[in-house]
């Protein structure tokens, strides 16, 4: 039964803003979205689709993921939202942190709430095998700004995120990953994988499709930003045998300024 309810699963990018994808998970009747910035590209999905919404989950108080809920609400009064519990939120929502869980039995998923301090104290992923929503904590070849936390706790939570199974697919909220992996070729110029993340990024980014979802398995063999141990990136810091995180906070500055 589960089994046939995932397989009618879909996954869609709706793209809102300048680079954000607001995502969208649905069963062909039901819909849940990921960090609705923006409201209007999320109804006229839902409308073209004819999808009523379940559910709004949130990773993060930043405008760009929550400045549709409230619009979203007034049509969808029904939607269940999920969001951080240490963030402020000034609509009806469940607050939510580790250890709880979102069950969505329309689905047929239940996501592991998984908290991710860094980009912001609260931030927060959803996670249920194989789909990992990320919020701007991983990106496709990079991670989120420190805006709120400590180098140390954006490391840890991508440790976290670098524990979970390599067939995860990662849904990334921005449409950054070229010039993460333009950055990333500048520490590792030799990384057989990278180069070929290049070559497949550009071809996709030339036909106007998403870089996104990614892998873990591919972030893994591709992201510096998971990679703090590689001796190819050490080696191009020029900074001698320095432990991971500080090879972490070496590369989130820099990459501040690339
Ligand atoms: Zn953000």
New binding site residues.
Partial sequence: MIESMQHKLQIIPIPAFKDNYIWLLHNGTKAVIVDPGDAAPVIATLNQLSLSLSAILV????H??IGGVSTLLKHYSNAAIYAPRYENYNFKHHPVSEPNTVSLPEFGLDFSVIDLPG??LG?IAYYSPDILFC??TLFGAGC??L?EGTPEQMFNSLKKLADLPPTTKVYC?HEYTLHNINFALFLEPNNTDLLQRKYDTEKLRHASEPSLPSTLILELATNPFLRCTNPEILLSLQLGNIPPLEVFKTIREMRNHY
């Fill in positions: 990773t993060h108080h930043h760009d993921h980009h912001t931030h919020g701007d989120g700004r805006f909220t």
